[in-house]
């Protein structure tokens, strides 16, 4: 089951506003949006060895990628277990996914010869799990050392993973070859459907901008985008991330002068979404040549990225390091005299009606106070704000906002990338109040990119209407609304949320999200699997923090007369880890 969200964040400035209502169904260019660069796998099936072994628990089980096979050592200490990599390579990150006998004490080392090694990572702390580590050197070989083991046993991996974080490295050496390039195409489409869809919009690594096909004249057969890679290169690889209007059949071919063109990958079954062929072919020049559209529409393409080597490729800018969830980078325990407003420091209010067909007028912190509790508490209230302008109450009949409440964000104070997200909440409840914590992408007030192209994460939604279910769901361009990508958590026994306070968390970071309820998952989000059947992953970029208690609005509904005021939400921290 899907939520029903809103279609334009609330409380935005009038400008920005004006914005996002012009562009609602368009794609806004953002040309100081960060692009993704991200970690990327290598010692996954490259060699392995070790200082032993036990039994059949070899060290290649290390780096299988199977998480149902490991290796494991004899049980002393200063045990190794080493992959080599092939070439020289830059190490920004190491995965340790390790069974119950782990190390307690342990060093990461690299070396270019496999003989002298250099420590780039060393703790006597180990927690053992899955840990993921923030690294930086250069090898061609790295090792993992243990040098005290945790149990009576020796030390035992499910996978060794190395990434390297140089810019799109590949293993094998393969970088990316395509971004930042412009591009032609046959036709691009630019209008109120899709603004600017220009072909370079596939180059950029910014997997919220496309190029679409004009409608112009008709959507047609054939349909063409094409990138000149700046010099000749050896092509291993083409992704394709779809718009819905994908291609059936379609061509990749290649040139050396961009009018004579080679077939090097052909196909009359394209599924659409994300598609990564493998391609073994030369040359300068890359295009798409579509032949048989899947629908009505034209063409229309996310990315189109180009693997290999050769070119001349620009390196995109890193993402940030996945966090280990270890460091507290925001925290608010609402502690404090009763009355006294939200820190200014941390929270800033929105002020207005809300969207969504909500009914309430949001105040600047009259509806926000501290308890004396060591809680926040977010209240709804009937009352008039005269001058307002609501829909329509059914209840009244008035289209004068009939209710008040609170709405806080942390833009301006506190904007991230990846991280363990964390509140504990009591909800509002009965019919018509929708409280929620969530996320929303900084580049809406950043750049004034309309939403959804800039990403929304729930971490809980609530509706008094389903007392003992609360939501948890992502929204992007290619799923958002009522086909947000989300799951429901409903309590044990009937129970209702509103009763008594509940934790809710998110872990997020460059893989994916696991959403949870009072620790229990409720949803797993996989960026790889997400991509292949919903369309692209929007959330490898700042983020802000939300948290409101609305009335009304075209998922809950409005209040009626079973409906009682005032209503709390009532929060009893909200903290950040990375």
Not at 344 to 354: H, I, L, Q
Request: proline residues 7%; charged residues 20%; glycine residues 12%.
């Amino acid at each position: 089951m899907t939520t029903r969200r809103r279609p334009h964040p609330r409380g935005v400035l009038a400008l920005l506003a004006a914005v996002a209502l012009l562009f609602s169904l368009a794609v806004v260019t953002a040309p100081g949006r960060a692009v993704a660069a991200a970690p990327v796998l290598v010692s996954q099936g490259k060699p392995a060895t070790a200082s032993s072994s036990e039994g059949p628990f070899g060290p290649s089980a290390a780096v299988d990628g199977d998480n149902g096979t490991r290796w494991s050592s004899e049980f002393t200490d200063n045990q190794w277990l080493q992959v080599d990599l092939g070439s020289s390579t830059a190490i920004g990150q190491v995965v340790l996914r390790w069974e119950a006998a782990y190390a307690r004490g342990y060093q990461i080392q690299v070396s270019a010869n496999g003989q002298q090694w250099t420590t780039i990572h060393t703790t006597t702390t180990g927690t053992g799990g899955n840990e993921t580590l923030t690294v930086s050197g250069t090898g061609r070989y790295v090792r993992l050392l243990g040098t005290q083991r945790a149990t009576q046993w020796g030390y035992s991996l499910y996978e060794f993973q190395v990434y390297s974080t140089d810019g799109g490295q590949q293993p094998g050496g393969d970088v990316l070859l395509s971004y930042g390039k412009q591009g032609t195409a046959s036709t691009s489409q630019n209008d109120g459907t899709c603004w600017q869809c220009s072909p370079d919009k596939a180059f950029d690594r910014d997997p919220a901008s496309r190029w679409a096909t004009s409608p112009e004249g008709g959507w047609t057969d054939p349909g063409w985008i094409a990138v000149d890679l700046g010099a000749r290169a050896e092509i291993h690889r083409v992704v394709l991330q779809w718009d819905p209007a994908y291609a059936q059949a379609y061509r990749i071919e290649v040139s050396d002068d961009g009018s004579n063109w080679r077939t090097a990958y052909q196909t009359t079954t394209g599924k659409g979404f994300k598609e990564t062929l493998d391609v073994n072919a030369t040359g300068r020049h890359v295009r798409l040549y579509g032949t048989q559209r899947s629908g009505a529409y034209g063409y229309s393409l996310w990315e189109f990225q180009v693997w290999g080597t050769g070119g001349a490729p620009v390196t995109p800018p890193p993402l940030p390091a996945d966090p280990t969830y270890t460091k507290l980078v925001f925290n608010d325990d609402f502690d404090g005299p009763a009355g006294r407003a939200p820190d200014p420091a941390k929270w800033v209010p929105e002020t207005g009606p809300g969207p969504n067909n909500e009914l309430e007028y949001y105040t600047a912190n009259k509806n926000a106070a501290l308890d004396g509790a060591g809680s926040l508490v977010l209240e709804a209230r009937k009352e008039e704000t005269p001058g307002s302008a609501c829909p329509r109450d059914p209840l009244t009949g008035s289209g004068v906002c009939q209710y008040t409440s609170a709405r806080l964000n942390t833009y301006g104070k506190f904007k991230f990338t990846y991280g363990r997200v964390e509140a504990r909440i009591k909800v509002s409840g009965t019919q018509g109040l929708w409280p929620a914590f969530w996320m929303l992408g900084a580049d809406y007030f950043d750049q004034g990119r309309p939403w959804p192209y800039t990403g929304e994460i729930d971490i809980m939604e609530h509706v008094g209407k389903e007392p003992g279910t609360t939501y948890s769901t992502l929204h992007a361009p290619a799923y958002n609304g009522a086909n947000g990508f989300g799951s429901p958590y409903t309590l044990p026994g009937g129970a209702d949320f509103a009763a008594g306070y509940h934790t809710f968390t998110v872990d997020w970071n460059s893989k994916g999200m696991t959403f949870r309820v009072d620790g229990q998952v409720m949803h797993t989000v996989d960026k790889e699997t997400l991509e292949r059947t919903r369309g692209p992953w929007v959330f490898d970029h700042d983020f802000f923090l939300i948290l409101n208690n609305a009335v009304g609005g075209d998922w809950p509904g409005a209040p009626d007369a079973s409906t009682r005021f005032p209503q709390k939400m009532s929060i009893d921290y909200v903290k950040v880890w990375q």
